[in-house]
């Protein structure tokens, strides 16, 4: 009796050791199984962040990410994209084309000297200006103040072609146009300062906010697409539909600086007089001086 209980007794030890046994390989599968189960979750999860920091790592920044950017081109402009920057009295038969880059210095050599007079011409009626602004000193000399000048100027054609007029004329005075390698004009606060000397700009917090958050940057790109256009790859360059206007040369001699600026007026009322012929008096359209054309115009110049 004693032998058959000491049987059974080792016999429900062993399987007792046997359940225990089996017990402690499932916890370890288990275990193993767990492992193998988070591995694999952290390597997804390190090749998903290492997949989104490569994606963001590729998307565009700055001005290549203008380029996608919602359009939103300046009011009084027209054609594809609003990149025809057409000013003066609607009746005017002809159109002067005029190139230029804001960074440009003999650019601002010519508005300087002898801009007042395309200015009066223009809103004497004698003929419409197409303003055709270009961005390259900033590829050639680095630096953004083309670009961010041209999105200024778009925010003040949104205010009022005058305003735009006005504000370029500013930009391009001897009081502000900083030497072509500053790149000053990529500071919104200088072009902030240059627009506190246009009425219409001076506080204008519509127009602050269109600097400041670069409204009109893809309208830039689109405006810098332009490069080439006609041919003309230099500023300032004058056109009258496919023909180049040549500006004689001011003579390297020493002079005053009023010396200087009669030479250039002089110089710029030959070329267009001897394009459009004498001027007729100066009040042909003294009402529609500075006026945007009307939307849906043709473009008097050929569109492209």
């Known amino acids: 009796m004693s032998n058959r209980n000491n049987q059974a007794s080792k016999q429900a030890a062993r399987e007792r050791l046997r359940a225990e046994r089996e017990r402690e390989k499932k916890k370890e599968r288990l275990r193993r199984q767990l492992i193998v189960a988070v591995s694999v979750v952290g390597v997804l999860a390190v090749a998903g962040g290492i997949g989104f920091a490569v994606m963001k790592a590729n998307e565009p920044t700055g001005w290549e990410a203008a380029k996608e950017a919602k359009l939103v081109a300046p009011a009084h402009t027209q054609g594809k994209n609003g990149t025809e920057i057409l000013i003066g009295d609607k009746n005017a038969k002809e159109t002067l084309e005029v190139f230029e880059d804001v960074r440009c210095p003999a650019c601002a050599a010519f508005e300087q000297s002898a801009g007042e007079e395309l200015l009066k ?24 103040g083309s670009k961010k000048a041209l999105n200024a100027l778009g925010a003040a054609l949104n205010v009022s072609p005058e305003a735009f007029l ?3 004329s500013a930009l391009y005075s001897a009081k502000y146009h900083p030497d072509e390698r500053d790149d000053l004009y990529a500071k919104d606060a200088e072009l902030l300062k240059v627009a506190g000397d246009v009425p219409e700009l001076k506080g204008n917090t519509a127009f602050e906010k269109a600097v400041k958050n670069g409204t009109y940057d893809r309208w830039v790109m689109e405006m810098t697409d332009l490069f080439g256009r006609k041919g003309v790859r230099g500023t300032p360059t004058f056109m009258h539909g496919d023909k180049k206007l040549t500006m004689a040369e001011i003579p390297q001699q020493q002079m005053t600086q009023e010396q200087y600026n009669q030479l250039a007026r002089a110089n710029f009322r030959k070329m267009v007089d001897a394009e459009f012929g004498p001027a007729k008096g100066g009040d042909a359209g003294k009402d529609g001086g500075g006026q945007g054309i009307a939307k849906g115009e043709k473009d008097p110049t050929g569109g492209h």
């Open 121 to 144: 011409d223009l809103h004497d009626g004698r003929f419409k200006v197409r303003y055709t602004i270009y961005t390259f000193i900033d590829g050639m000399g680095g630096g953004e």
């Open 166 to 168: 006005k504000y370029k």
